[in-house]
């Protein structure tokens, strides 16, 4: 297909991992990018990975990337009330001169 | 850098009135992107430039929906007649052509 594909919400344990999940289609997207939104904000973006790397490492944050199954998955360690957010997750297309095509994005709730 | 820059940050207009939003994206970006998010539909890219020239307008939903860049620094996404069902956060993000994308934080249109 063509989509982006995100699950809708996710609730976590304040201090617990949270992993959103994201399957994506265009096997040459060098980039795959993770943004995120506050409420009433834009998007912000958190972190991206390139698509000659499986892993990618940022304080709190872990991406993962499945090239053979175009799996995405972003780990938040230690998750915060603050991280309470709507998560997309995206890919480059550059057959199409560079848009982004985003997954629909994931509510992530932290509960204390 | 002030980073992508929007105005206004809301907008409440009357349907059938004329609505002109604004972007300045960030110096030295040659892309250019106008997105729509609503709730129903999501992140839509509406239609993006690279060096000031439209590349892809597939997403303007119809005639009533028209945007410029005459400049690198300065576009505008216009609405004319604009009508209730175009109430949502329009976005305009900027990047150097190919590269990660960094959005401003929206215009919020209300159109009664």
């Not at chain 1, 499986?54 to 938040?76: A, C, E, F, G, W």
């Not at chain 1, 997309?88 to 629909?104: D, S």
């Amino acid at each position: 297909g063509e989509d982006v594909e995100q699950s809708l919400f996710l609730s976590v344990r304040e201090g617990d991992s949270s992993v959103i999940n994201c399957t994506y289609t265009d096997s040459s997207s060098t980039y795959l990018y993770w943004y995120k939104q506050e409420p009433g904000a834009g998007l912000q973006l958190l972190t991206y990975i390139f698509s000659n790397m499986d892993m990618k490492q940022d304080q709190r944050l872990t991406v993962l990337l499945n090239k053979k199954d175009k799996h995405l998955s972003l780990r938040i360690a230690d998750t915060q009330t603050g991280d309470s957010a709507i998560y997309f997750c995206a890919e480059i297309r550059y057959n199409q001169g560079g848009k982004l095509i985003f997954g629909q994005g994931t509510e992530l709730s932290v509960k204390p | 850098d002030a980073g992508v820059i929007q105005s206004p940050r809301h907008e409440v207009t009357e349907m059938g009135q004329e609505v002109t939003l604004r972007c300045k994206p960030i110096s030295g970006h040659n892309s250019l992107f106008w997105y729509r998010q609503t709730m129903m539909r999501g992140l839509e890219l509406l239609i993006y430039f690279n060096n000031n020239v439209p590349i892809d307008d597939s997403g303007m939903p119809e005639d009533r929906f028209s945007a410029k860049m005459p400049n690198a620094s300065f576009s505008t996404l216009k609405i004319q007649p604009s009508e209730p069902r175009d109430s949502a956060v329009y976005f305009c993000a900027s990047s150097i052509r190919g590269d990660t994308q960094y959005f401003g934080p929206g215009t919020r249109l209300t159109v009664l």
